[in-house]
């Protein structure tokens, strides 16, 4: 408990340091007289607290409706506050370089107007069903009867505060329209424990394709329980690969199917750790070799240990502006297929989202990819 005060108020300190910025740059300027800026100074000071409110929550109350509602409010107020703070820091840079007085009071207004309507489309885009990006990765070698192969991914449900039932339904329900030949979950499903969240991710125990759901774990699963999410994930007919593989035989023709822990899992269980080599022992040669990772950054020893095709999360695309542009700093791709040598690479943006309920030019999706032959790309 010392530990977590200590986090809440280092965290509270940095909030209120960056919301008094946010109002030193902007009160000023806005046309909103004396009293309007009192409002200000009351939202700014709400918006300090109502954040490390909603990331501890589930650790400050029993009570499971009022954890979720605190959650709500401090997540949406820091999808809020992101954009302020961002655009308030871009104001500034722009008045610098600019050096025009005159302009201060009208991008004063602008910036709460624009993190307002961004925060908004933001909410729309992240609520709403996630759309089926279809992408055609051509593998070398592939055997013929391989050829149209399908596995639909889904990665970063995160069910938890502010994904529910509901919205897992959905996912399961557009999914199993897809009619796929696999269905791949890579990591980060649940935010919460087995007893908060299993009635919201019992709908996943209705998926259904020709070869099954295949799920490894992704670093939330360690902040949940991973013990408990594995046993539960089995109990509703997920298949986990812990550094391990399958192999999976199509009208003839084999496919390795492997998958491994998070690429931070030794830091929670040291038996744990992420290991691309492990999975493929004893797999058969000359066969097409996909593998589940949660994180890209698992990238170098899939191509080291002789994988085709990578299939990773973790990094939601960056889920809003500016942030795809720091994922770069920790994650060799961001979103979208890519090659490393002769490995492919294909890193999904997410299903659902993390923290803000909010995604501004990234865009959730469910993914369905067609294996074909190299030639047939197009």
Request: net charge positive; proline share 6%; charged share 15%.
């Amino acid at each position: 408990m010392t530990r977590l005060l200590r986090f809440a108020l280092t965290v509270t300190l940095i909030l209120a340091g960056l919301h008094a910025y946010i109002g030193w740059r902007l009160l000023p300027e806005l046309p909103i007289g004396m009293s309007g800026r009192i409002v200000g100074i009351g939202l700014l000071v709400t918006s300090t607290l109502l954040i490390p409110l909603g990331m501890l929550a589930r650790f400050l109350t029993r009570r499971q409706t009022l954890a979720d509602r605190l959650t709500w409010a401090g997540s949406l107020v820091m999808g809020l506050f992101s954009s302020v703070l961002v655009l308030t820091a871009a104001r500034d840079i722009g008045l610098a370089l600019v050096a025009a007085p005159s302009l201060a009071a009208p991008t004063a207004v602008l910036v709460p107007v624009l993190a307002v309507l961004i925060t908004l489309i933001g909410f729309f885009n992240a609520r709403r069903l996630p759309r089926v990006v279809d992408v055609c990765i051509p593998l070398a070698g592939l055997p013929r009867a391989l050829a149209g192969f399908t596995i639909v991914q889904i990665s970063d449900l995160h069910v938890g505060p502010t994904i529910k039932r509901d919205y897992v339904q959905a996912i399961v329900d557009r999914v199993n329209s897809l009619n796929a030949d696999l269905i791949a979950i890579t990591g980060d499903v649940v935010d919460g424990t087995v007893e908060q969240l299993g009635a919201d991710t019992a709908p996943l125990a209705g998926l259904a394709s020709r070869y099954g759901s295949y799920v490894v774990t992704g670093n939330h699963e360690y902040y949940s329980g991973v013990k408990e999410w594995w046993a539960e994930f089995a109990r509703l007919g997920l298949r986990g690969l812990m550094n391990e593989h399958v192999v999976i035989t199509h009208d003839g023709a084999d496919l390795v199917l492997a998958g491994v822990a998070d690429y931070s899992a030794h830091a929670f269980d040291p038996d744990q750790r992420s290991d691309p080599a492990k999975a493929r022992v004893g797999a058969p040669s000359g066969v097409p070799k996909i593998l589940l990772a949660h994180q890209p950054r698992s990238v170098g020893a899939a191509a080291a240990a002789g994988f085709d095709l990578q299939l990773s999360g973790h990094t939601h695309g960056g889920q809003f502006w500016p942030w795809p542009l720091l994922v770069r700093l920790q994650q060799p791709y961001t979103a979208g297929l890519h090659r490393l040598d002769k490995l492919w690479i294909y890193t999904s943006r997410g299903t659902g989202y993390w923290g803000p309920p909010k995604r501004f030019g990234a865009p959730a999706e469910i993914t369905r990819i067609k294996l074909v032959a190299e030639a047939e790309r197009r």
